[in-house]
């Protein structure tokens, strides 16, 4: 295992850089947006990523709840941390790429409106876990994923209503997708989610051990207190 | 004692104490009117614009006034460890949960019929649609932020910075149920379309949630 990572991270950093290439040069220029539409192998593969993430905070939560596993707590916790950082990364592309090509920054349009409330809903999990103390922090997490994820379908389907009583906002149209195209995003998409395995791989190594420490700490200040008596 | 039986317990219980206190709803009442007052000041409507905005006013107003009870729902009971003693207790968790929502629904409730009166006179409102709707709206729309809020008031009375906590918790998950009130509430207004999907979609929230609560708020009151 402890080799893996190694590997994991030469495999990441050649995806990525090969999905640099491929992104700026290999691909061919898209013909009405032009060069801006670039960003979209960055932008697509994140929100993928992050939904993924959360996916994974979801499934680990249940198990929590589920076996009181402390190992799936940690998963859950670094994957709700990395899966906030992608999205945030979408969140930010999404305008940039919206205003040379649609001409706003932003529209309250079904995807966009899902995402932010997926966002906002994952930060709010951070902040409990920052805030609450800490032996009832993991029960009290997962918990709100679950209530996050019964939230998502409410939330799709109202903002599916609103949006088809008001006008439609300018889509960049569906149709067919450049081979060549594809073939750079799928890359982009695996360069982006072995990253974003590697960095929920450390952050939990991390948890792990940061959990280690504070025991071993308690344990020891509980030992001297014993040793003045 | 049954579940029902402490259910009914503890809401007459905390509707006694507020009764003699006054302590939710005479805060709630003043932070609502000050929304009101504030709103109006900033906005000064026609009737015609007001129709469609006050669905939102009402609303949000509502929300930010609700948050101030249900702070209190479980601050109350850790004077002198009351939760704890739920907590060894075998009294049923959902119980508890229930007789809690149901109170903070009451109090909610109190506070629209005290605050509609005055939304109306400020705003010049009236309903060109169905009026009968707004009171199915306002009840489906009232326990949506009361079931959840009460459970997230349970979740955030035991962090630091409390207060806080709760609004931060409750308000992205009510983004649906509010957007559903907020828009059921402008289409019976302005009468303009109906107001039947928003109506389902708060009914599906509301059963979604009370469910979700009531499943899961024994592993919340048991965290530890």
């Known amino acids: 295992m402890k080799r893996a990572f190694p590997i994991l991270a030469i495999l990441t950093a050649l995806l990525l850089s090969y999905g640099l290439y491929g992104a700026l040069i290999v691909a061919p220029t898209e013909r009405t947006m032009g060069e801006v539409q670039r960003i979209f192998y960055y932008h697509v593969p994140s929100a993928w990523t992050a939904f993924t993430l959360f996916f994974l905070n979801l499934a680990a939560s249940v198990v929590y709840l589920i076996r009181r596993n402390p190992r799936a707590d940690a998963i859950a916790f670094a994957a709700a941390e990395v899966g906030v950082v992608f999205c945030t990364v979408v969140l930010v592309t999404g305008p940039i790429w919206a205003r040379p090509v649609w001409g706003i920054w932003w529209t309250w349009d079904l995807r966009l409106t899902l995402t932010l409330v997926l966002w906002l809903i994952y930060v709010s999990y951070l902040v409990l876990r920052r805030f609450s103390s800490s032996g009832q922090t993991p029960v009290m997490a997962a918990v709100l994923a679950v209530f996050g994820a019964l939230d998502v379908p409410l939330v799709y389907f109202s903002i599916w209503f609103f949006r088809t009583q008001h006008p439609q906002p300018v889509v960049g149209g569906g ?50 207190a014993g040793n003045q008596r | 004692m049954s579940g029902f039986g402490i259910t009914r317990a503890t809401l007459a219980k905390d509707l006694r104490l507020e009764w003699r206190s006054k302590d939710a709803i005479n805060s709630m009442l003043f932070f609502a009117l000050l929304v009101v007052v504030i709103f109006s000041f900033s906005f000064d409507p026609t009737a015609e614009e007001s129709r469609r905005i006050a669905g939102g006013l009402v609303w949000v107003a509502f929300l930010f006034a609700a948050v101030v009870a249900l702070n209190q729902t479980w601050a109350r009971e850790l004077r002198n460890q009351v939760l704890d003693a739920y907590r060894v207790s075998p009294a049923p968790a959902n119980a508890l949960f229930l007789a809690k929502a149901l109170g903070n629904f009451i109090f909610v409730s109190v506070l629209e019929a005290l605050m509609t009166p005055l939304f109306i006179v400020f705003y010049n409102l009236r309903a060109l649609g169905p009026a009968y709707q707004l009171l199915v709206v306002a009840v489906l729309g009232t326990w949506a932020l009361v079931v959840n809020g009460t459970f997230f008031a349970a979740m955030s009375v035991r962090t630091r910075s409390r207060e806080i906590m709760l609004p931060l918790l409750l308000f992205p998950i009510t983004i649906p149920a509010l957007l559903a009130m907020v828009e059921a509430t402008s289409a019976i207004l302005t009468g303009e379309f109906s107001a039947r999907f928003w109506i389902v979609l708060l009914a599906a929230y509301d059963v979604v949630f009370t469910m979700a609560s009531l499943f899961l708020f024994e592993l919340v009151l048991h965290a530890e």
């Open chain 1, 175 to 224: 149709g067919s997708i450049d081979p060549r195209m594809l073939h750079v995003l799928l890359i982009n998409w695996a360069a982006f989610s072995c990253f974003a395995a590697l960095v929920c791989w450390s952050r939990y190594r991390l948890e792990v051990l940061r959990r280690e420490v504070e025991e071993t700490q308690a344990l020891e200040s509980l030992l001297e």
